[in-house]
Structures are given as C-alpha cells and as structure tokens.
C-alpha cells in the first residue's frame, strides 16, 4: 500500500502565495507519477498539475500553469506545490495522488492511492 499525506494548507488573501506538500510512503518504488487535484464545493475534482518522479517533467491545467509550480524531492518522495498568484476562485479541498506510468495524464480515476487533502481558502 501507499500513503500520501499533504500538509501547508490555509487561509490566504488573493494576490498571496502558499506551498502544498505530499509525503508519499510505503510501497511507492513502482509509482511513476505523482499529482494534484483539487475540488472545490459543489464541483467535481480537477487535475492541477503533475510531475514524473524520475525525470521531473511536468504538466499543468490550463489555469494555473502560469502561477503554480509543481517540484520533486526523490530522496524524500515529496511533492511540492508553490502557488502564487493566488485567487477565490483557487479554493478549494487540493489533493494529492500518485500512480504508475506516466505523469501527462489528468485523469483522476488513473491515480491509484490518495491522500486526506488540505484545505485552501483564498479571501477576496
């Protein structure tokens, strides 16, 4: 099994920056690709961004790719998430996932194992 777990959630003001982390444990030695999703009230979840493990390649949804930056810590199978530029319409419950075979795929049914989430709120 594999656990994810996230952290550095919050409350922001729009215009402020936050930082998503996601310990990964367990068996993760065949997982490739690790991700965020987020869904906000009353919406279905949605891809954010994602990152290959072993080259660091990344991808990114439209709406973000200009403001959040996904990084990889292979030693500590850590996932980060830096997002400036923050917005209202940013909030939302941001998950974190990870899977086999490749990162360039925003589908959430493909990401095998989950994390809790973190809450981000960001106040106009």
């Known amino acids: 099994q594999v656990q994810l777990v996230e952290s550095g959630g919050g409350l922001v003001q729009a215009g402020d920056s936050l930082s998503l982390s996601c310990v990964a444990s367990?068996?993760?030695?065949?997982?490739?690709?690790m991700a965020w999703f987020r869904r906000a009230p009353g919406k279905k979840r949605e891809f954010v961004a994602s990152?290959?493990?072993?080259?660091?390649?990344?991808y990114y949804t439209d709406s973000v790719k200009d403001r959040f930056s996904i990084s990889r810590d292979v030693a500590s199978n850590t996932v980060l998430l830096q997002m400036n530029s923050l917005k209202p319409e940013d909030s939302a419950l941001y998950y974190c996932?990870?899977?086999?075979?490749?990162?360039?795929?925003?589908?959430?049914?493909?990401?095998?194992?989950w994390g809790q989430g973190t809450q981000v709120t960001v106040s106009s």
């Open positions: 990152i290959s493990m072993n080259s660091g390649d990344t």
């Open positions: 996932a990870i899977r086999r075979g490749s990162h360039y795929n925003s589908r959430d049914r493909e990401y095998e194992h």
């Open positions: 367990g068996r993760t030695m065949n997982m490739d690709a």
